[in-house]
């Protein structure tokens, strides 16, 4: 499996923009896909965005035009560049890399958009 560290949550206004990154170590050639999750108090986790391992993105409805994923195989790092930020995009933002017989997750960061 791999180990995540997920930075760059933080406070920001709504119409705002903040940056994640997910640096991944471990077995990281053995990634298919990796992503970035969301959970709202009293909400179920739910996908953001993810990549393939071949740059392929898929994106939540509610994201798009708005979110973009990108991964940096050099640097085994996730980004995901978040615009146009809403309240209601508040959440714990998790990283998530797996393959058919693993998943494995980061710590979580916070991001709060304030109206």
């Known amino acids: 499996q791999v180990q995540l560290v997920e930075s760059g949550g933080g406070l920001v206004q709504a119409g705002g923009s903040l940056r994640l990154s997910c640096a991944a170590s471990?077995?990281?050639?053995?990634?298919?896909?990796m992503g970035w999750y969301r959970q709202a108090p009293g909400k179920q986790r739910e996908l953001v965005a993810s990549?393939?391992?071949?740059?392929?993105?898929n994106y939540a409805d509610s994201v798009k035009g708005r979110f973009t994923i990108s991964r940096d195989n050099a640097k085994n790092t996730v980004y995901l560049q978040m615009n146009s930020l809403k309240a209601e995009d508040t959440a714990v933002y998790y990283c998530n890399a797996k393959n058919s017989w693993w998943s494995s997750w980061g710590q979580g960061t916070q991001v709060t958009v304030s109206s």
């Open positions: 471990g077995s990281i050639f053995s990634i298919s896909v």
């Open positions: 990549i393939t391992k071949g740059g392929s993105p």
